[in-house]
């Protein structure tokens, strides 16, 4: 589903290069539920941004369900963004002036799906994440681990090939976290391949293979022991 071949990515800082990528090399089956774990700068979010092709990469190959994925132009990039991946954020990005369902829903908007059938479509996804007593409430009157879950719906209505989720879970306190981890657990229980950025190692330890990052290199696969 996902294949990284010998990716390298730099940023200029003043005259300098800062490599952040070291030639990684990453290869995720459909069906997976992986981590990446790292400390704070080892560069985690650059990683899942080139796979979320919000970002692109100095050298290598990286190929997305059979799609070599290289030098697209913007409007490609969206294609294949909209098409094979749904995020999910640190700050849950919902839109605070539109309500539970209409955020859910925000994907089909964006598709030109009809407003009766989005509406319809982004109820089953709210029940799905237990909250369609919630839909009209606004992002501001939710709690944290709601936020998250209406996210995570969001990123789900589209039925995307992959999940990518940076620090899913790094607003929410540790309870709520594990509520939206299983959350996660379920999703990919259903078939979908969900790849989640963390620096938790107990965040981590829910998911079923855990890849290490340090200094932009990986250093250490694991598979984790269910927890
Ligand atoms: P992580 O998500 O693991 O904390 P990042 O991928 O965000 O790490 O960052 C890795 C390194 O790259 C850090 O040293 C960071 O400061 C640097 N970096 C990230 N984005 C940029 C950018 N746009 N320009 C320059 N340096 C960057
Ligand atoms: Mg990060």
Redesign the pocket.
């Given at each position: 589903m996902i294949e990284l071949k010998e990716i390298r990515k730099s940023?200029d800082?003043g005259k300098q290069k800062?490599e952040?990528l070291k030639s990684i090399d990453l290869h995720i089956e459909a069906g997976e539920l992986v981590s990446i774990m790292?400390?704070?700068?080892?560069?985690?979010?650059?990683?899942l941004n080139i796979i979320g092709i919000l970002d692109e990469y100095d050298s290598g190959d990286y190929t997305l369900n059979d799609t070599l994925i290289k030098n697209l132009s913007e409007r490609k990039a969206a294609f294949y963004r909209n098409r094979f991946l749904g995020f999910v954020f640190q700050s849950f990005n919902l839109l605070s002036f539109k309500n539970a369902l209409e955020n859910v829903a925000l994907p089909l908007y964006y598709q030109k799906v009809r407003r009766k059938k989005r509406n319809i479509k982004a109820m089953e996804y709210l029940d799905m994440v237990g909250l369609k007593e919630w839909a009209e409430h606004m992002p501001g009157e939710l709690s944290g681990g709601q936020k998250q879950r209406i996210a995570i719906a969001r990123a789900l209505i589209a039925d995307p090939k992959v999940i990518l989720a940076d620090e899913p879970t790094g607003a929410l306190d540790s309870q709520t976290s594990f509520e939206v981890m299983e959350i996660f657990k379920e999703v990919n229980d259903a078939g979908k391949t969900i790849l989640i950025?963390t620096h938790e190692d107990d965040i981590a330890h829910k998911t079923d293979r855990i890849i290490k990052?340090r200094d932009g290199i990986i250093v250490d696969e694991e598979i984790a022991i269910a927890s």
């Open positions: 940023y800082v800062l952040v790292g400390s704070s700068g080892s560069g985690k979010s650059t990683l950025v990052l």
